[in-house]
């Protein structure tokens, strides 16, 4: 189902940083890479609720709960040994900024789905952060193949405030389904709304369909 994460690429011109933010703005547009309604930053704003959380990797785990055979729980050093894939591609946040060809590092939704069994309800997730923080998903978003959880961006390890040490990344929704400090995720068979999808964001957020706000 997954795929080659790198196939994704293949006759897309990479996006070279050359020339005035407009002009690269206009490019991107002409492209074909820039949703509606937002324009280019060459710089990568800081973006969420709350404070930065402290990461102790003595403490830290991940949890897969909810419809699966049975749970599973992975310590720091049994996360870092799953296998990782780098992946290329564009940020979109519904604040109308969008940052492209982001490099990310680390393990593929789809390569921690084979850790469990689901059970046959399972078609929706509620990915898990620090301090509560929670966002929605059909199960088939996740399985798209540049859906990871991240560990490097840009060859560095994720820095605290973009998420480190472990967030996930979904290119194609907005980015507040781009969860930072990931601590695992519950399996359901109905969508639970999360975080700002019960604070009047849309429960699914594709940017091509400028899905930001949620009709209620
Ligand atoms: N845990 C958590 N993750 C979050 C958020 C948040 O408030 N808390 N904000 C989201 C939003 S709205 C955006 S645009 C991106 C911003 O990521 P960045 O700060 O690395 O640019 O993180 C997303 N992930
Ligand atoms: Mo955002």
Redesign the pocket.
């Not at 990568?44 to 709350?50: D, I, M, S």
């Not at 781009?178 to 400090?181: E, L, R, T």
């Given at each position: 189902m997954a795929g080659n994460p790198r196939e994704g690429n293949r006759g897309v011109s990479r996006f070279e940083p050359l020339g005035t933010r407009r002009e690269l703005e206009n490019r991107a547009k002409a492209e074909g890479r820039l949703p509606p309604g937002q324009s280019l930053t060459l710089k990568?704003?800081?973006?969420?609720?709350?404070s930065i959380p402290h990461f102790d990797p003595a403490k830290w785990d991940f949890k897969i709960s909810g419809e699966v055979q049975e749970p599973r729980r992975l310590t720091w050093n049994e996360f870092r040994a799953l296998p990782e894939t780098e992946t290329l591609s564009d940020f979109h946040?519904?604040?109308r900024w969008s940052r492209l060809d982001n490099r990310w590092k680390g393990v593929l939704f789809s390569d921690l789905l084979k850790l469990i069994k689901l059970k046959p309800g399972a078609q929706f997730a509620s990915i898990l952060?620090?301090e509560g923080?929670t966002a929605n998903l059909p199960l088939e978003d996740l399985l798209k193949p540049k859906v990871l959880f991240a560990l490097e961006h840009d060859g560095e390890p994720l820095t605290g405030?973009?998420?480190g040490p472990l967030?996930l990344i979904v290119p194609h929704l907005y980015?507040?389904k781009?969860?930072?400090?990931a601590r695992g995720f519950v399996l359901l068979d109905h969508d639970r709304l999360g975080f700002?999808e019960r604070n009047g964001y849309h429960a699914y957020g594709d940017p091509w369909k400028e899905q930001r706000y949620s009709d209620r």
């Open positions: 990568w704003p800081v973006l969420h609720y709350g946040c519904v604040t952060a620090e923080y405030e973009h998420g967030r980015a507040w781009s969860v930072k400090w700002w």
